[in-house]
């Protein structure tokens, strides 16, 4: 049964909750809040979750305006430590990946794909050596002469920076595989 006639406002409160009323807190309990919000290692771990900061934006719009500027100045540390421990961590990993040689069994994927594993092929089209380099390719990767005229490790240092500068695109066959 409804207590009014509309059903629009059957179901509504008449008036509205102050949500500061939930924190009406102590300065001490208000510490305690921030230390458990703003916990340094949950920041360096990732995001905090949505729940998190939605609670910490109620409860800045709740507190005295000196607590205010306070919490808005540690949010600012801390967002700026995580988003700076981010960006180094991303850096790092892009070096690595830019440094790190392909491993050994991909090279020689694309070797026994691309010439038997025979580093002294010359087909005779234009393409050399076990990775069937063009010259022009042999040459921007630092290569002198011709290439299956190179030792099988000079031709392996070759592939490999290839490999890390345009990836497996040089090999479009053999280096999807």
């Given at each position: 049964?409804?207590?009014?006639?509309?059903?629009?406002?059957?179901?509504?409160?008449?008036?509205?909750?102050?949500?500061?009323?939930?924190?009406?807190?102590?300065?001490?309990?208000?510490?305690?809040?921030?230390?458990?919000?703003?916990?340094?290692?949950?920041?360096?771990?990732?995001d905090p979750p949505a729940r998190t900061?939605?609670?910490?934006?109620?409860?800045?719009?709740?507190?005295?305006?000196?607590?205010?500027?306070?919490?808005?100045?540690?949010?600012?540390?801390?967002?700026?430590?995580?988003?700076?421990?981010?960006?180094?961590?991303?850096?790092?990993?892009?070096?690595?990946?830019?440094?790190?040689?392909?491993?050994?069994?991909?090279?020689?994927?694309?070797?026994?794909?691309?010439?038997?594993?025979?580093?002294?092929?010359?087909?005779?089209?234009?393409?050399?050596?076990?990775?069937?380099?063009?010259?022009?390719?042999?040459?921007?990767?630092?290569?002198?002469?011709?290439?299956?005229?190179?030792?099988?490790?000079?031709?392996?240092?070759?592939?490999?920076?290839?490999?890390?500068?345009?990836?497996?695109?040089?090999?479009?066959?053999?280096?999807?595989?």
């Open positions: 049964m409804l207590l009014s006639s509309s059903p629009s406002t059957a179901l509504r409160p008449s008036t509205t909750i102050n949500p500061c009323i939930l924190y009406s807190d102590s300065p001490a309990s208000v510490k305690q809040f921030i230390g458990q919000v703003w916990d340094e290692s949950r920041w360096r771990r990732g900061i939605a609670a910490w934006r109620l409860k800045l719009h709740c507190l005295p305006p000196g607590w205010q500027k306070k919490l808005k100045q540690r949010w600012r540390d801390l967002q700026g430590e995580f988003f700076d421990h981010r960006k180094a961590k991303r850096a790092a990993a892009a070096y690595r990946a830019a440094t790190t040689p392909p491993g050994a069994a991909v090279l020689a994927a694309i070797r026994e794909c691309e010439s038997g594993g025979d580093y002294s092929i010359n087909t005779g089209n234009g393409f050399y050596g076990a990775y069937q380099f063009t010259l022009s390719t042999w040459r921007s990767v630092g290569g002198a002469g011709y290439p299956h005229e190179a030792p099988p490790h000079e031709q392996d240092e070759r592939a490999a920076r290839l490999y890390r500068e345009a990836g497996p695109s040089p090999w479009p066959v053999c280096g999807y595989q």
